[in-house]
């Protein structure tokens, strides 16, 4: 069973699946050597099974979306989903990033500058690169193929890169982005719709906050703006999570239980 630091698990996965009616022990041993094997006890026999199949998953994306902190995409010569131990110096390893909890491996947000004129699109890939050498990243912001960003758009830095463009390329209806992504020799492609975000209006309900922040915006004090997200901001699911039907609710807290005394014999 995979999970994250907060121990949040992920879809369960069989390590191993025996052929009969053998019983299995409840207790399982983590290999004190390498750690990517657990030790489990059959009737008559010992089973050495690893912790994580990481060879499955034959993308960066597939090895991204298991969710498995064991796996990470080794960028070596012959490019695999493998443990970090396996993947030899000087490649990259890319992993799941700290902020696991994020649903999509590429996220985007919009935001506006104080005179109007400019609006940034900053796009992040949650990964974490571990010896990054000279790993290649970036990345191509396309409209009706033809590139979107102006000549002061700032030069891509893992994990994020920036377009600036000016406002008045934003029509009413929204628009259309591909964004084009390549990290070491993977080639990741996003499309995007950019919206004005003080056009998304109405009572201040989840599946608004959910529009506001899917287009790249901000969700505060009950509607959406161009106000710029913190790095720290929690993910899009928790912040909606509290605007039900206009009202924010906190977490319940039980006050008292009655009756006061409980029997644990039924």
Not at 6 to 35: G, I, N, Q
Not at 130 to 159: E, K, Q, W, Y
Request: glycine share 4%.
């Amino acid at each position: 069973l995979a999970v994250d630091k907060a121990y949040k698990p992920a879809c369960p996965r069989v390590l191993y699946k025996s052929d009969d009616d053998r019983r299995v022990f409840p207790k399982m041993h983590l290999d004190p050597v390498d750690r990517k094997h657990v030790y489990m006890a059959l009737k008559n026999q010992m089973m050495r099974v690893p912790v994580a199949q990481c060879s499955e998953h034959k993308s960066l994306k597939g090895c991204w979306s298991a969710q498995d902190p064991f796996c990470g995409w080794c960028e070596s010569e012959n490019s695999r989903c493998s443990f970090q131990d396996d993947c030899l110096q000087p490649s990259a390893w890319i992993s799941i990033s700290e902020d696991s909890q994020q649903q999509n491996m590429v996220s985007y947000q919009v935001e506006k500058s104080n005179s109007g004129e400019k609006i940034t699109l900053t796009v992040k890939v949650h990964l974490n690169v571990h010896r990054t050498g000279s790993l290649t990243f970036a990345c191509i912001f396309l409209t009706r193929s033809v590139n979107l960003c102006d000549r002061t758009s700032p030069s891509p830095a893992l994990p994020r890169c920036s377009c600036l463009f000016s406002s008045d390329q934003l029509p009413a209806e929204g628009l259309d982005v591909t964004v084009e992504i390549r990290v070491g020799k993977q080639n990741l492609t996003e499309k995007l719709m950019l919206t004005n975000c003080s056009d998304i209006t109405g009572p201040p309900t989840s599946a608004l906050c959910s529009q506001c922040m899917t287009a790249g915006c901000s969700w505060s004090n009950d509607a959406c703006s161009w106000t710029p997200r913190s790095d720290n901001s929690d993910p899009i699911q928790d912040v909606c999570r509290l605007s039900q039907s206009g009202m924010n609710y906190s977490e319940p807290v039980i006050f008292s239980i009655e009756p006061s005394v409980l029997s644990f014999h039924g």
